[in-house]
């Protein structure tokens, strides 16, 4: 099956900076891959996604990359804000496993004042 | 339209206990789910229901059963609970087919003594 490996496990940016998590992916038939940011306490919510046709995406603030020879991906977030802080999920799907999504074990990004 | 709603929120059993886990969506989806998230660990899938009546492994299933007893709701068992399924469990549902957005219940936060 497929497995995803993300990285870093923490994080911590002064505010205003830029953070990037990557994730790579061993299942070169995923196609969609998107990622899920967790406030303490709170449910994981979707912030952004890509899929196999496309290498690059952005909304405001974030972005996120596609590598698909390499098989990684990576989240970017500009201008950091306190707000930002949160634990971050990538996940995958491969195009056989119906909707199921494997995901990353998490980056915990902290973002100092 | 209140998304998808799990309960309890908050549940202590003594090993060998059973309980279930209730869950129900209002957004008409097809696709439901239950993950657990351990630290570090990500969000791990325990069992998958594509729709009404069909039931699937995920990547944790031992010590879990479920029944997706109509469109809407998708209940977990713990039949007899242990230590290691101490966990935050969260359900989840998504429209059919690859790259339809999963949407988060708010956990259920399990302790077992």
């Known amino acids: 099956g497929e497995n995803v490996e993300q990285h870093p496990s923490t994080l911590s940016v002064q505010e205003g900076d830029s953070a990037v998590i990557k994730c790579t992916y061993s299942d070169s038939a995923s196609n969609y891959f998107p990622w899920y940011k967790q406030e303490l306490g709170k449910r994981p919510q979707l912030i952004i996604d890509?899929?196999?046709?496309?290498g690059e995406k952005k909304d405001q603030r974030i972005a996120v990359t596609l590598n698909k020879t390499a098989k990684h991906f990576s989240l970017h977030i500009t201008e950091t804000q306190p707000e930002d802080s949160a634990v971050y999920f990538c996940?995958?799907?491969?195009?056989?496993?119906?909707?199921?999504?494997?995901f990353g074990g998490g980056t915990r990004v902290l973002v100092k004042p | 339209n209140a998304g998808v709603t799990q309960t309890p929120k908050f549940q202590v059993l003594k090993t060998g206990q059973s309980m279930t886990l209730q869950c129900a969506q209002d957004?008409?989806?097809?696709?439901m789910y239950w993950y657990r998230q351990d630290p570090g660990m990500g969000l791990r899938l325990i069992y998958y229901?594509?729709?009404?009546?069909?039931?699937d492994k995920g990547e944790v299933p031992n010590g879990y059963n479920v029944s997706r007893l109509n469109k809407r709701e998708f209940s977990l068992r713990l039949e007899s609970a242990a230590p290691s399924q101490t966990s935050v469990y969260f359900c989840a549902s998504s429209g059919s087919g690859s790259g339809n957005t999963i949407y988060f219940g708010e956990g259920s936060w399990l302790t077992v003594v």
């Open positions: 890509i899929r196999s046709n496309v």
């Open positions: 996940a995958a799907r491969p195009k056989a496993a119906g909707n199921k999504l494997t």
């Open positions: 229901s594509a729709s009404e009546g069909t039931t």
């Open positions: 957004m008409n989806h097809n696709s």
